[in-house]
């Protein structure tokens, strides 16, 4: 199985007052916190090897990850010494990476459940520089929107005017890249993967996107509420 890198660097400013003495991936949904849901998925994907790119409170996720007792995969951190941006992060993290091929990316704050094996076969059959683990939402306010034509995307508008789009699917942080990424990304070093990058290639890049199964996000804490009701109901059985 490929190497992954999960994003988890950010403030997580407007999640306040939860985030100001705690890293957002330290935030606890329905009593586990965030990263944790993203390690066992990788992990139940037999993923080995997870970068883990931090920057705000680092040493708070450092130490909670050192003292998990229950770890399959090897994990390493790449610390950021400065707000890279989404890309920015990704850019650093696999500069630091050797030896892999492709890379699952996840980001941080993302809840999913994904068939990684389907996704990467999926990923190489179409030869595509990108793979974007994709859902279907009722509501698109505040998050990445793609519209497609069959598995290709051919519209990418990061956070629209929801009277601007006509799709409901949304790019859910989930993501397989090709190796050849590195080498395109933007030079500076700080920037958005989302609207600096994928807003800008999508129309000469091979970029696809792939169902994945489940999707919950926590940017706010509206959406924090949400994410606590909708995993008690998933794992008490409600669902």
């Known amino acids: 199985m490929l190497d992954a890198i999960i994003l988890a660097g950010g403030k997580g400013t407007r999640l306040r007052p939860l985030t100001f003495n705690m890293p957002k991936s330290l935030v606890k949904i329905n009593g586990k916190?965030?990263?944790e849901y993203a390690l066992e998925?990788?992990?139940?994907?037999?993923?080995?090897?997870?970068?883990i790119s931090l920057g705000y409170k680092a040493e708070k996720i450092i130490h909670y990850l050192e003292n998990r007792?229950?770890?399959?995969?090897?994990?390493?951190?790449?610390?950021e010494n400065?707000?890279?941006?989404?890309?920015?992060?990704?850019?650093?993290?696999?500069k630091k990476m050797q030896g892999y091929e492709d890379v699952i990316l996840i980001n941080g704050d993302t809840i999913f459940r994904a068939d990684f094996d389907e996704m990467y076969k999926f990923h190489k059959k179409n030869k595509a520089l990108i793979t974007i683990g994709s859902f279907r939402v009722d509501d698109i306010k505040g998050f990445g929107v793609?519209?497609?034509?069959?598995?290709?995307?051919v519209r990418f508008i990061e956070k629209p005017d929801p009277k601007e789009v006509k799709s409901n699917i949304i790019n859910a942080?989930?993501?397989?890249?090709s190796n050849k990424v590195l080498d395109k990304?933007?030079?500076e070093e700080s920037f958005s993967l989302e609207k600096d990058f994928l807003e800008k290639i999508y129309k000469d890049k091979m970029i696809q996107h792939f169902p994945i199964e489940r999707f919950i996000t926590v940017n706010n804490m509206e959406q924090y509420k949400k994410a606590n009701e909708e995993?008690?109901?998933?794992?008490?059985?409600e669902f």
């Not at 998925?41 to 970068?51: A, S, T, W």
């Not at 995993?231 to 059985?237: N, P, Q, T, V």
């Open 41 to 51: 998925e990788l992990e139940r994907n037999n993923v080995k090897n997870i970068y």
């Open 185 to 187: 990304l933007p030079k």
């Open 33 to 35: 916190p965030l990263i």
């Open 146 to 153: 793609i519209e497609t034509e069959n598995t290709r995307i």
């Open 82 to 94: 400065k707000p890279l941006g989404t890309g920015g992060a990704l850019k650093y993290t696999m």
């Open 69 to 79: 007792k229950k770890n399959k995969a090897n994990i390493k951190f790449v610390i």
């Open 231 to 237: 995993m008690r109901k998933l794992e008490s059985g």
């Open 173 to 177: 942080g989930v993501y397989i890249l």
